[in-house]
């Protein structure tokens, strides 16, 4: 079964302070792609950042970087220089035939 | 303009009623989907459709009924509304090749009460 495990329902951080948000996943597949979103109290849900899992190279996108871990199956967001506007969920997402969702973090960033 | 729109964005309605929740994309995607966020925001997949054909049918009851008259609009409609249908439900598009992001509506809040 596909699945993807975010083991932190909620953090988090002081502004300006960097902040790393967990995510796991199962596939037996070997070509895929994984995101995170942000939804923010807007409900609006949002790709912060996109990762080919053929690539070994980390995506990074301004303050939003990831360290991908294909061996073992993780796919971590860093977020540095926080700030209040990235009070929000995140989500992590898997795709196969369809958007495999985590069940979210929940960050707020404190001033 | 709007990639994913939906209409409503918020329904308040009697348990028992029957209503449908619209969505549109201008962004020439194949693929189209309904999500259900529930109080705990955990996203779960109802419906997929790709090209107007269902591909995807997740264990929902059949008082959910999507509709696609053509590629860039699946509505969604509801049957005999109950408590538990509560949520805030999400349509999305993508072009449906699996490095392409999906790109969400702004959201229905649905209220039975």
């Known amino acids: 079964a596909q699945t993807v495990t975010q083991s932190q329902p909620e953090m988090s951080v002081q502004e300006a302070e960097t902040v790393t948000l967990s995510c796991t996943y199962d596939?037996?597949?070997?070509?895929?792609?994984l995101f995170w979103y942000k939804q923010p109290p807007s409900r609006q849900m949002i790709l912060v950042i996109r990762?080919?899992?053929?690539?070994?190279q980390n995506a990074t996108e301004n303050r939003f970087s990831v360290n991908f871990q294909k061996a073992a199956k993780s796919f971590s967001l860093k977020i540095s220089d926080s700030q209040l506007g990235d009070t929000a969920m995140y989500f992590c997402?898997?795709?196969?035939?369809?958007?495999?969702f985590g069940t979210g973090t929940s960050l707020t960033v404190i001033p | 303009d709007t990639a994913v729109s939906q209409t409503p964005k918020y329904l308040v309605t009697q348990m028992g009623n029957d209503k449908s929740i619209k969505c549109e994309q201008n962004?020439?995607?194949?693929?189209m989907y309904w999500y259900k966020q529930d109080s705990k925001k955990f996203l779960k997949i109802m419906f997929s459709?790709?090209?107007?054909?269902?591909?995807i049918n997740e264990t929902v009851p059949n008082r959910f009924s999507p509709k696609s008259p053509d590629k860039a609009h699946l509505n969604l409609h509801i049957n005999s509304l109950e408590l538990g249908d509560s949520a805030v439900y999400f349509c999305?598009?993508?072009?449906?090749?699996?490095?392409?992001?999906?790109?969400f509506g702004q959201g229905t809040r649905l209220t039975v009460v």
């Open positions: 997402a898997w795709t196969g035939n369809q958007f495999y």
């Open positions: 596939t037996s597949e070997n070509n895929y792609y």
């Open positions: 962004l020439g995607h194949d693929t």
């Open positions: 999305a598009s993508s072009q449906g090749d699996r490095n392409t992001e999906a790109f």
């Open positions: 459709y790709n090209n107007k054909e269902l591909i």
């Open positions: 990762q080919e899992a053929y690539k070994q």
